[in-house]
């Protein structure tokens, strides 16, 4: 398939991930170049969610191999999915981007003015550099999704891997965020990899998709994925 | 006035001060990533095998710390392992480990020397349970925590907010994790000669909830929990001495004024 090619950065070979004892992912092969906008989509349970950690090494395979080219672990930028214990956490905008930048620390980790100015210049490029000294609790969804974009950002300048970024968001604020990613992979030349629920913007953003029902129906490129009974199949339901 | 002065003449008075203020501070750091991951409820279970600990450390005629402090690390160890497995969850864990300790300690207490001052003073705290070791033991272990916590203090900012994010950009979350649950063992220890295994987990709990009140910067929350911490143990202290009641109870009803206050100036 002409999805895979040599100057991959990121590479899955046959993964297999079990969770709870179950298997949650099986059999994946993927490759992600730079500079690829890559959907993951699929139903809840599907395994998106878990192939992500496993590409990020935060789960444990159990059985196959990611592969990174150029590139180590802890220099991709992770948007995880919100846990309940952020809603009150006590932090403002400015702690929370900067700890995107510990991945530059050693074991004694102390933030530099050089940290310190990435952080402000990535709130000024997702346009919430006003909200820097408020805190997080207070934001709306959609600026807390931005703040942790801007995390993300600051521990990655190159691959940014999304969990589902504009869940619970109102349709202008998914719009707006998907317009800002849409720009990062164009203007910053950022290699994504989006988990969505959203099979229409999918289609619309990302260059290449992988349909995941525990494991993957379709993986390729986003032109060959839209000629698929799959996809036309999902699209006939949306439309009814 | 005068009174007051007085009692500072007594040494005992003197080390129960400085391990009370040691020990407050160092809960009161900890307790804010305890209560922000959901984890309240360990130093309960936590001071609950202390108690155990200390009592089966009695009826054998041990050195009660040298029994309690390994078996309460044990028991952190494995309160968060079972969290993990997932087979057991979290809180359910902690409520049978602790009530089983408990039941345990009540039994060894009751078939050894009875129900006596001691036992009293293991459960709801003492002002003269502060012997000169547990000085030596609670200024070692809070230059400990202190050192740890200033060194480590971004990558425990870090995991409290998101230990999926830690985790990805290459932060070992498992072994900070076990660090907090170490420390906190040993901060329970000896923090629960003064308070009482049965209201320990207040000094862990108490001024990182009224702290979060008030602020809403991670920084300014931490430095105000430990504030808050001295202030109400020293009240707490002085009310025990001066109304003759148990030093656990009375330090938790300062936290409980210290918090209902914060509701009314907070957010």
Redesign the interface.
């Known amino acids: 398939m002409d999805a895979f090619s040599a100057n991959s950065i990121i590479v899955a070979e046959d993964v297999s991930i079990t969770y709870?004892g179950r298997i949650a992912v099986s059999n994946v092969n993927l490759s992600v170049d730079a500079g690829d906008y890559l959907c993951i989509i699929g139903e809840n349970g599907s395994g998106k969610s878990t192939l992500m950690?496993g590409l990020?090494?935060?789960v444990n395979l159990a059985d196959g191999c990611v592969r990174l080219t150029c590139l180590?672990?802890?220099q991709?930028g992770?948007?995880?999915q919100r846990?309940p214990?952020?809603r009150?956490?006590?932090?403002?905008v400015f702690?929370?981007v900067?700890?995107?930048r510990?991945?530059r620390?050693g074991v004694?980790?102390?933030?530099t003015d050089e940290d310190r100015a990435q952080v402000r210049e990535n709130l000024a490029y997702l346009q919430v550099d006003e909200l820097a000294d408020e805190?997080?609790?207070?934001l709306s969804g959609g600026q807390k999704q931005r703040v942790l974009l801007a995390?993300?950002l600051c521990?990655s300048e190159r691959v940014l891997?999304l969990d589902e970024p504009v869940a619970g968001l109102d349709p202008i604020m998914t719009g707006e965020l998907q317009m800002l990613l849409d720009k990062l992979n164009k203007e910053r030349k950022l290699t994504i990899v989006m988990i969505s629920h959203d099979v229409v913007s999918a289609v619309r953003c990302a260059n290449k998709i992988l349909h995941m029902h525990k494991s993957p129906l379709f993986f390729g490129k986003t032109a060959d994925y839209v000629e698929t009974d799959i996809y036309k199949k999902l699209v006939a339901c949306i439309h009814v | 006035m005068y009174n007051i002065v007085e009692l500072f003449q007594y040494s005992f008075v003197v080390r129960a001060l400085l391990v009370g203020t040691l020990m407050s501070i160092c809960a009161a750091l900890l307790g804010v990533s305890l209560v922000?991951?959901?984890y309240s409820m360990i130093g309960d279970g936590l001071s609950h095998v202390g108690f155990g600990a200390l009592a089966v450390a009695m009826a054998l005629n041990l050195v009660p710390l040298y029994v309690a402090i390994p078996l309460t690390l044990l028991a952190a160890y494995v309160l968060l392992k079972l969290g993990e497995c997932?087979r057991l969850k979290g809180d359910a864990a902690i409520a049978i480990l602790s009530s089983s300790a408990l039941a345990i300690g009540i039994i060894v207490v009751s078939c050894t020397q009875g129900f006596n001052a001691d036992v009293g003073g293991y459960l709801f705290g003492s002002i003269l349970a502060v012997s000169k070791s547990d000085v030596y033991l609670g200024v070692g272990i809070a230059l400990l925590v202190l050192v740890l916590y200033v060194?480590?203090y971004?990558?425990i900012?870090?995991i409290t907010?998101?230990e999926?994010?830690?985790?990805?950009?290459?932060?070992n979350t498992d072994r900070y994790r076990t660090l907090l649950a170490a420390l906190t063992a040993l901060v329970v220890v000896v923090g629960m000669r003064i308070m009482g295994a049965m209201l320990m987990s207040s000094l862990l709990v108490f001024p990182a909830i009224t702290?979060?009140r008030i602020?809403?910067?991670?920084?300014?929350?931490i430095i105000c929990a430990a504030t808050v911490s001295v202030v109400c143990l020293l009240a707490g202290l002085l009310g025990s001495l001066l109304f003759s009641i148990p030093t656990g109870a009375s330090i938790v009803m300062a936290n409980l004024i210290a918090y209902a206050l914060a509701r009314v100036v907070g957010r």
């Open positions: 709870d950690k990020l090494g935060i180590q672990r802890s991709i992770y948007l995880p846990t214990a952020q009150d956490f006590p932090a403002s702690e929370i900067l700890s995107g510990l991945n620390q004694l980790s102390f933030y805190p997080y609790r207070n995390r993300a521990a891997m | 922000l991951k959901r997932g060194v480590f971004n990558k900012f870090a907010f998101d999926s994010f830690a985790r990805a950009i290459g932060v702290a979060m602020f809403s910067t991670f920084r300014c929350t």
